[in-house]
Structures are given as C-alpha cells and as structure tokens.
C-alpha cells in the first residue's frame, strides 16, 4: 500500500501493481478496494494498475467538511502520480466519476466504466427525493445498518425482505464502517437523472459495459453509449452488478490495448 496527498491534504491510499501503461480503478458503493483487488491481479500482466480506496474508505483519510469537488482532485492526484495521465475504469457509482473525470478535463486517455446507476424516467421507481436528507439524518443517529438498508432498497431497488437477511453475512460490518459515504454518493448523483450535456463534454475513447440482467441498467448504459461521442457498447450477458472479474477483464485489456 501507498499513498497520496490529495489538493485538500487527504492521504488517499493505494496499492500499485503491475507493469506497462497506467490504469486507475474506482470502485463503486460503500466499499473499498479490496473488491477490485481480484480485477487488478488479472490486469497487472498488461498494465500498471492502480487500485484505489475512495476517500473516507477503506486506508484512506477523509475531511472534515465534504465536497463532489473533492473526489476528481483524489483522481487527479492519483493520475499525477501515475505520471501524468492515465486509462480509468469505474465501476457502478464509480463509473459516475469517471465519466465526470473525463467531462472536467482530467487527463483520462481511455474510460471504461460498468453500470452506471443513473435513473432514466419510467425505467424502475424513482429514489425519494429525501433520500440524501435521510441518510444525513440516519448517520446523525448512528444508524449506520438503517443507511445501508435505505440504499439498498431506495437507492438499489432491492426488496425490503431480501435486504433484512444481508446483516447476517461477513460483509455487512466492513459496509457499515464506512456507510456515511453513502451520504457522499448521493450528492454526486444528485437526482440521479442522466447529465445528457455533461455525457456530450467527454472527449475521450469510452467503452460502455453492462450485464443484460438488470433491464434499467441496461437502458441506462444505452442511454450513456448514446451520449458520449463515439462511445462504444458492450454486453457482458448474463453477468450480475457485481460483474465477475474473469469476465471483464478481458474486455478491459482489449479495449485499454487497442
């Protein structure tokens, strides 16, 4: 693990490995980046990959106060030590950053990014308008299992009865650690409707990837290929939101390689 000092002077941290052009992942959701661990050992053949907590995750610090602004000046130096410029892949809420990354003008040389969670109108529920307002209030009580339950249903859309059974499994607690950056999710999508001008600002070679099982986040992918310039599709069929690195590593390495 390494580390790096973001605009703000939060340590974001880091593990670099690999060889070959440098490739930055973001993850996606309260987690950190021990998800992506298994997809950057598959990419570290061909690349230098640099595989990242979020800040207020994981081994990375946070501040006092949050910003959007703050998450593209983490990417940003992330980029800076990667050399200057570098290829990113985003997964889900991940994904949002890298294709706002690209829209500000970061030095992003390719994008990928995995089912972005924008919300096209009559496609599934809407999230509530409060949504943000009620994970600040929850986290204000340290009800941080009640946060985790309002993404998963609200903002996720998952059943109410199939939320409940999740607070038996291992992984609950690691997401319960680090739930009050739900908050800060919420605040980068906003609304959570689809920003077609910012999509039209990104000027680099992008690659669009989603599963085909969850049918609104298949329309969403639709929806962002057609809003960047020469943005590219591809369907991983049969693949979940948690996509199985196996799967797409190989469209990562031919798309990063072309």
């Known amino acids: 693990m390494d580390k790096v000092i973001s605009k703000d002077g939060t340590a974001i941290a880091f593990d670099r490995s690999g060889q070959g052009p440098a490739l930055i992942l973001i993850g996606g959701g309260p987690t950190d980046r021990s998800v992506n661990t298994p997809l950057a050992e598959l990419l570290s053949p061909c690349f ?10 994981g081994d990375s610090g946070d501040s006092a106060s949050y910003s959007v602004d703050r998450e593209y000046e983490d990417l940003a130096a992330l980029i800076a030590e990667a050399g200057g410029s570098a290829m990113v892949f985003g997964t889900s ?8 990354a690209a829209a500000r003008g ?19 529920p809407a999230v509530p ?3 943000r307002d009620r994970l600040v209030a929850l986290l204000a009580e340290g009800r941080r299992g009640e946060m985790l339950e309002l993404f998963f ?8 009865e199939f939320v409940a059974p999740m607070r038996d499994l291992p992984f ?10 739900l908050v800060y999710d919420a605040a980068i999508l906003g609304d959570f409707s689809l920003p077609v001008e910012r999509l039209a600002s990104v000027a680099v070679p992008t690659l669009v990837v989603e599963g085909a099982t969850t049918p609104w986040l298949s329309a969403t992918a639709q929806a962002v290929a057609a809003s960047v310039p020469g943005a590219r599709r591809l369907t ?7 996509v199985d690195p196996a799967a797409i590593a190989p469209a990562l390495t031919e798309f990063f390689t072309a």
């Open 48 to 57: 230098t990959v640099f595989n990242y907590d979020r800040r207020g995750r």
């Open 93 to 100: 809420g991940g994904g949002i950053i890298g294709l706002e």
């Open 106 to 124: 970061l030095a992003i040389t390719r994008l990928v990014v995995w089912e972005t969670p924008y919300i096209l109108e009559g496609s599934r």
């Open 129 to 131: 308008a409060d949504y």
């Open 153 to 160: 249903t609200a903002a996720v859309g998952m059943p109410a």
């Open 172 to 181: 609950w607690g690691t997401m319960e650690a680090i739930a009050h950056t």
């Open 236 to 242: 991983l069929a049969g693949q979940p939101h948690n």
